[in-house]
T-cell receptor
Framework: DGGITQSPKYLFRKEGQNVTLSCEQN?????MYWYRQDPGQGLRLIYY???????QKGDIAEGYSVSREKKESFPLTVTSAQKNPTAFYLC?????????????FGPGTRLLVL | QKEVEQDPGPLSVPEGAIVSLNCTYS??????FMWYRQYSRKGPELLMY????GNKEDGRFTAQVDKSSKYISLFIRDSQPSDSATYLC????????????FGTGTRLLVSP
């Protein structure tokens, strides 16, 4: 059963702490993405990766970091430099070789600050 | 001006009504158009995908693209309470690797 999984569902961060959100896909997609969703602001792109070992900053990359060591995995670290991390984080993947630009989303991780 | 504009709603309709959801955009290079449905606290789910202009129908859902007006629509026939969700439009286009640009979403409430 192909899809995208994100964990944990809820994550609590203390002041000054780095936290890592997991994203795994078994769709054999080349491209993966991280978005942040805040009420009334839609989806904002944090980072994206077109291929293993390569990634680019999106529109709001400050305070975040990623890695892409495996095709299936694209973890996102929210660093202590991100001063307002409370949001709903969504991971997505796509297969640009299909030529459709369609992205498929995971269930999301809600990050809350203690 | 945002590249993609979408009325946030909420749009409230009675069960059985025909619903029209819309987005306007400014980038004439867009040629791939998508509609996603997002239930509260869940990830967006792809509903419809359309390439270039025209209509596409899937069950109770019809997606319409008018590139000359830079306007896309999603129609829902015989709306059900289970259709209550936020609907996001998304689009991309141009040469090479292109990111999706999303609307902010329209919240739909279908009352029984």
């Amino acid at each position: 059963d192909g899809g995208i999984t994100q964990s944990p569902k809820y994550l609590f961060r203390k002041e000054g702490q780095n936290v890592t959100l997991s994203c795994e896909q078994n769709l054999n997609h080349d491209a993966m993405y991280w978005y942040r969703q805040d009420p009334g602001q839609g989806l904002r792109l944090i980072y994206y990766s077109q291929i293993v070992n390569d990634f680019q900053k999106g529109d709001i990359a400050e305070g975040y970091s990623v890695s892409r060591e495996k095709k299936e995995s694209f973890p996102l670290t929210v660093t202590s430099a991100q001063k307002n991390p409370t949001a709903f984080y969504l991971c997505a993947s796509s297969n640009p070789r299909e030529g459709t630009e369609t992205q498929y989303f995971g269930p999301g991780t809600r990050l809350l600050v203690l | 001006q945002k590249e993609v504009e979408q009325d946030p709603g909420p749009l409230s309709v009675p069960e059985g009504a025909i619903v029209s959801l819309n987005c306007t955009y400014s980038n004439s290079a867009f040629q791939y158009f998508m509609w996603y449905r997002q239930y509260s606290r869940k990830g967006p789910e792809l509903l419809m995908y359309t390439y270039s202009s025209g209509n596409k129908e899937d069950g109770r859902f019809t997606a319409q693209v008018d590139k000359s007006s830079k306007y896309i629509s999603l129609f829902i026939r015989d709306s059900q309470p289970s259709d209550s969700a936020t609907y996001l439009c998304a689009m991309s286009g141009g040469t090479g690797f292109q990111k999706l640009v999303f609307g902010t979403g329209t919240r739909l409430l279908v009352s029984p």
